[in-house]
DNA sequence: GTCTATACTGTGATAGAC
DNA sequence: GTCTATCACAGTATAGAC
């Protein structure tokens, strides 16, 4: 084995233990498995770790970055498209994601769970989901600035009913898997996300006032 | 120790499973932290179950019925009240029911991803979900039977998307345990709801004009 | 400082002796 | 029906090799 920085050596176990979590679920994913995976001696876990929970700890916080990253990419290229294009594709887009890696999003709800239920953990799961209703919301927020429309209902509300609507599909589809049906409900929820967006500016020149940040009442 | 039957046994072994999941979560749930809960010998649990797995299968059946019980008693007393009335006081009649016992619902959540995990029980979640959209359905048709009025939706898709809003309700809110914004979201959701109902013929004494999508106002 | 081998202690499920 | 043995495996600790 080369000689690495503790850092790395972190960084290994972590990813390691993803990937364990990803195939075998975070219930199996014992120190053991872990190392295994990465490749290391036991010994050299708790050399890395003061804990399994510690370990826990970064594995989430990587988890959430990563879940995020592909989310806020969406927001490029979308031209002088209507309303309903803007939502509806913003929504398919996340979509394609969940569908393309489900253990992934397993996983995410494995460990907000694990978390939980470990009393030194619980406030990191709190600060997950916290984070991940920040980026919904200026999620929406930018979808509406981009297409020139304001929300009708209080932006927090409306996003963490977003953010629990898409939990749940993500949820329920996770258990059976049925396309169909999903994709339906989705579209149910673009629907309804059509039905609280307003138009801001009647009065728009036909410009590109797409920077214009709408005050607020 | 009383002699009683094999099966009185079992249900007191499930029952006894169901209250430590309920107070230290489905991962703690050892067959001798059961057995202990229900003050029996640890050899009994073997000799009423072929193993965890069978006594977990149990566990999910039972809890699958009385998370559902609550909720299909609502549908008494409701007097002549508006659509709207009638749809809000179901939703917040639920949701009282999940303040009430959160542990309880994290409890079924925990226990749909452990059986997602384990072969032998995956598709018991399957069917514990399709039991859960089923009652939903029933639900909403029953909502609009008693109001007078049609969905302007399909009730699959509207059930399913009804569904995974709960879900995802109330996972988030066993998360950051936010009333205010809970309430907010389902609010949102109830609204919706309304926007999808749509007034039948009022003569129809009992019509089957449900795929009717009568033109929005 | 970076790593590893090995031992320790508790707990899991299960089975066989009583 | 009950109790106890078993055996695997969990997380953790430590002594010491590079």
């Avoid at 995976?37 to 916080?61: D, M, N, Q, T, W």
């Avoid at 939980?116 to 709190?126: I, Y």
Wanted: a negative charge.
């Amino acid at each position: 084995m080369t000689r690495r920085s503790a850092d790395e050596r972190r960084e290994q176990l972590v990813e390691a233990a993803l990937r364990v979590m990803i195939r075998d679920g975070v219930a199996r994913t014992t120190t053991r498995a872990v190392v295994s995976e990465a490749g290391l001696p036991l010994g050299a876990f708790h050399y890395c770790f003061r804990s399994k929970e510690e370990l826990l700890h970064s594995v989430i916080e990587r988890i959430t970055l990563r879940s995020v990253a592909p989310a806020t990419a969406t927001r490029a290229d979308e031209g002088d498209l209507s309303t309903r294009e803007i939502i509806f594709g913003t929504l398919h887009a996340y979509w394609d994601q969940v569908r393309e890696r489900p253990a992934e999003h397993m996983v995410t709800y494995e460990l907000t769970q694990y978390a939980l239920r470990q009393p030194g953990l619980a406030d990191v799961a709190r600060r997950q989901y916290q984070h991940y209703l920040e980026v919904y919301r200026d999620h929406l927020e930018a979808i509406a600035r981009l297409a020139g429309f304001g929300w009708t209902v209080p932006l927090p509300a409306l996003a963490r009913y977003g953010l629990s609507v898409m939990d749940g599909l993500t949820l329920n589809w996770l258990i059976d898997r049925d396309d169909v049906q999903a994709r339906a409900a989705l579209d149910e929820y673009a629907e309804h996300l059509t039905t609280v967006a307003a138009p801001r500016t009647p009065k728009t020149p036909d410009g590109d006032a797409r920077d214009r940040a709408p005050t607020a009442p």
